[in-house]
């Protein structure tokens, strides 16, 4: 019988859930808002919600739950402590916290929320064509995962895959976090606006200005938009993007040998806007030996790889036990 | 009964050998020119010489040889192909080569010289402590070598840890491969010597012009004694030096989260006059979630972990063979 299990996408914005298939990927999905500001009580109490909605609909036995998270989870994917963007929330063991709000006894399985879009697009997305590959979600943050021989990488503590902190000008612009030159300093959504701001500015006859005047900021999908409509100063942006992505992305190549690379995120549907400048910049920072077979490819599922990497989850996990002789 | 092993260093200047004890590490050393202008028949008679010199001292069986070569190793870690620094070479299986000319059939595993380094550093050097680490070698090059549960992370092919062609400025000063900002660049002792010479010209009072004069370059020992002795333009070069170097580690943190950073090589000997630096920027480019128990160490043990960590992947593999029920 096909396995199921359920996944949910925690965001500072909203949640998303899904009943997944193995063998089919999504069955039911479901969303609600976070409401992050009325505290985790709130957000546990969201989530358990959309979870209770998918057992009910689920027509067989549900294996557990799997959480993409942000936040610093433990070694053992039981535990979220202080993710950003959801005030008030120290350390939470999301198993004993969401068990009693369901009803019954669940198992829970969290991991953070780049490496579970990895685990996704490994199994359901642009990934399944490669054993390894490095994932970047380019967001309101830059998130990273590396997926090496269809398992997640998680490095000494579980923390492995932030390429949006690695820096590319030690002399750079700052990000979130203070680091100079950071990727996400450049791609990261809110720095990406304030860069296209100013570029349309510096370019009045740019159709970036009126939208800048109409919007107030000049979102990602904005910029595509007037790329696609012939925008030489959208365009401009977007190829300066791809070959910060580049350069990033040739640097992780290097550490890593893994040639592979998917990027995912809000503004991986720019496509060929950043792609082309991101293919030609990552030959130019790669090591002579390592450049063949490089493959800059874009997830074409979009946020989805969350939900069903969440899933995805609770399937390796149940094929570990198994392994190993445990019961589940 | 102790294992015993031939770990060979192979270099562009010089071969090292070494019969070494799994239990109590190096029995017997030897070493000699390489010859690498007399080309690939010459570099393999010379590794030859040494190993049978080695096979003469043995008092009890030697499991086999491990190489440590530059250039790119198969996934098998049998063939070495296009080794910079040695002229003619283009793809040799090391085995093969070197059995006709020791006399007696010899089972030889190579591996990228800065891994085996890696490797030498986890079982007999400062890399003792942890499970998994990242070890940078400062030497004419910069060298990589990720180990994680105490095996070398070897990426897709084989080719994983070259930090020395990261870039840490993607505008910077380019290295041998022309990349732009690559760590090599300013901390590879060519680049370093160049950029020492430029800081002594415009400190005229530095001690450091005099050496520049007599010596013609300045090498890394000698910026180090300078700094020594008081010289405040070679405290500032390794400063600078030392700051490159935390800017590089951070970057590879964030990717990894493994935060055991061991470093060796020549200018590795600097100690703290580099380490200092390192150790205070690197916490500037480090995501927070991945700042607590960063350590930047200093292997003492020097250039003996190239043999040490050759002749392991022989005890390494004899394992694997002895897992697996393959007779060896």
Same sequence: chains 1, 2.
Wanted: net charge negative.
């Amino acid at each position: 019988m096909d396995q199921l299990a359920i996944g949910v996408d925690l965001g500072g914005t909203s949640i998303k859930c899904a009943l997944v298939s193995r063998g089919h990927g999504l069955v039911h999905t479901a969303h609600c808002d976070t409401e992050a500001d009325r505290g985790p009580d709130a957000v546990l109490a969201n989530m358990a919600g959309l979870v209770r909605l998918m057992l009910d609909r689920a027509e067989s036995p549900v294996l557990g739950v799997g959480v993409g998270s942000p936040g610093i989870i433990n070694w053992d994917r039981t535990t979220v402590s202080q993710p950003p963007n959801l005030p008030g929330w120290t350390s939470i063991h999301l198993g004993d916290s969401l068990s009693p709000l369901i009803g019954t006894p669940v198992r829970v399985l969290v991991e953070n929320d780049a490496n579970v879009a990895g685990l996704g697009c490994a199994h359901y997305g642009a990934g399944r064509r490669f054993d390894s590959f490095i994932m970047v979600t380019l967001g309101t943050g830059v998130g990273g995962a590396i997926i090496y021989r269809n398992r997640i990488f998680r490095g000494a503590t579980g923390g492995a895959g932030e390429l949006g902190h690695m820096t590319i000008d030690y002399d750079g612009p700052a990000d979130n976090h203070d680091i100079c030159g950071a990727s996400e300093a450049y791609l990261g959504q809110r720095f990406l606006s304030v860069h296209a701001a100013r570029m349309a500015r510096q370019n009045p006859a740019s159709s970036l200005n009126d939208l800048l005047a109409s919007q107030g900021e000049l979102e990602p999908r904005l910029i595509y938009d007037a790329a696609v409509q012939g925008d030489e100063t959208a365009r401009e942006i977007l190829n300066w993007a791809g070959h910060k992505l580049g350069v990033l992305l040739g640097s992780a190549v290097n550490l890593l040998d893994i040639r592979k690379l998917v990027v995912g995120g809000g503004l991986s549907a720019a496509g060929d806007f950043i792609f082309d400048a991101a293919r030609s910049t990552i030959l130019q920072y790669v090591t002579h030996g390592l450049r063949e077979g490089i493959e800059i490819i874009q997830e074409p599922r979009g946020n989805e790889v969350g939900v069903l990497g969440a899933a995805h989850l609770v399937f390796h996990d149940a094929d570990d036990r198994s392994a190993s002789g445990t019961s589940a």
